[in-house]
């Protein structure tokens, strides 16, 4: 089956960096865009960042914008999400999704246009 694990949630201080780490098991699935949501409590599942299979096109979100670099790296099948400069607003459960359906620049921030998702890793940005 398609499995997504992310990795690297914790807990750490305002203005303090963090980079989270997703593995997809499915090699078949190699190809694909793939992208960042995060879930705070009470809310919904926001789009964070995107990136295309080459990983030359990023999209992110206005409010990670300048703090936030989504990356990969095919040859190790890994996705990052490097966070800079945290801010409590930022807790939530993030989620790698792999993308699956949609074209265009707006398709990227569709929680529609993933169809697998990992279980999540949790963010906390707390002092």
């Known amino acids: 089956q398609v499995q997504l694990v992310e990795s690297g949630g914790a807990l750490v201080q305002p203005g303090g960096s963090l980079t989270l780490s997703c593995t997809m098991s499915?090699?078949?699935?190699?190809?694909?865009?793939m992208g960042w949501f995060r879930q705070a409590p009470d809310k919904d599942r926001d789009f964070v960042a995107a990136?295309?299979?080459?990983?030359?096109?990023?999209y992110y979100a206005d409010s990670v914008k300048g703090r936030f670099t989504i990356s990969r790296d095919n040859a190790k099948n890994l996705l990052y999400l490097q966070m800079n400069s945290l801010r409590p607003e930022d807790t939530a459960t993030y989620y790698c999704?792999?993308?699956?359906?949609?074209?265009?620049?707006?398709?990227?921030?569709?929680?529609?246009?993933?169809?697998?998702w990992g279980r999540g890793t949790q963010v906390t940005v707390s002092s």
């Open positions: 999704a792999l993308k699956t359906a949609g074209r265009g620049r707006d398709s990227y921030s569709s929680r529609d246009n993933y169809a697998y």
């Open positions: 499915e090699r078949a699935f190699r190809g694909h865009d």
């Open positions: 990136i295309s299979w080459i990983g030359n096109t990023r």
